[in-house]
């Protein structure tokens, strides 16, 4: 069982809308949550990645939330722009190991429409 | 920008032949990861490695092979490709950050297609 959910599955938008992606996920013991955001046919990369202590982190036009009392983030986009159409996934990381394993969520595909 | 480099990007091959994935990285970095991603699916670990002459076997089962000979170089191989193994390939590697997490950089990913 996927342990990293994400909704919605898929967005469309309006450029220069807002939105807000969420995940939820059952990884314990958590050491961390990143959100990755990758372009059709590229590499995931990086946006901002939180430990247990942070509760929020901003990158640019992306801000990602935690609350790991309930196991729920979130990643906001303001002022969207046409280049942020992209999946943008959810990856939380456990302690449990020495590598540090990662589990991915599916991704939510945003395309931004002008 | 990550410098890490996946070549080829692309590749079309027959089943039977056996292919090589290249993966390189300039950073330096100990830790390297292949991962395998279908169209809307969650990326799967297949293999990963500490460092040089280190490799092991990640979540997912994985007809693939992998060597690490040189830090900066982590090639997958399939010894006789079949079409159940047409998927994306990302290849990623890490490092140690501050507060204990390490980031991983994604190569660009090669797409293998198999008839």
């Known amino acids: 069982k996927n342990q990293v959910e994400q909704s919605p599955q898929s967005l469309i938008i309006l450029e220069g809308k807002n939105c807000t992606l969420q995940c939820n996920y059952t990884v314990s013991p958590f050491s961390n949550l990143r959100w990755y955001k990758q372009d059709t046919g590229r590499g995931p990369v990086s946006l901002t990645i939180m430990t247990f202590s942070e509760n929020t982190k901003s990158n640019g036009r992306y801000t990602a939330t935690l609350d790991a009392d309930t196991k729920q983030s979130s990643l906001h986009i303001t002022a969207s722009q046409l280049s942020d159409s992209a999946s943008y996934i959810c990856v939380v990381a456990d302690r449990g190991s020495t590598l540090g394993r990662l589990y991915f969520g599916r991704g939510t595909q945003l395309t931004v429409w002008p | 920008e990550a410098d890490i480099y996946q070549t080829p990007r692309y590749l079309v091959i027959g089943t039977g032949k056996k292919i090589t994935l290249e993966c390189s990285q300039t950073m330096g970095h100990d830790k390297m990861y292949w991962y395998q991603q279908d169209p809307g699916m969650e990326l799967h670990l297949i293999h990963y490695s500490y460092g040089v002459n280190s490799t092991e076997k990640g979540d997912l089962s994985s007809e693939s092979t992998v060597s690490r000979i040189r830090t900066e170089h982590f090639p997958l191989t399939l010894e006789s490709a079949r079409p159940s193994h047409t998927s994306q390939y990302l290849c990623?590697?890490?490092?140690?950050?501050?507060?204990?997490?390490?980031?991983?950089?994604f190569g660009p990913g090669t797409r293998l297609t198999v008839l």
């Open positions: 990623a590697s890490s490092a140690p950050q501050r507060g204990g997490t390490d980031t991983q950089y």
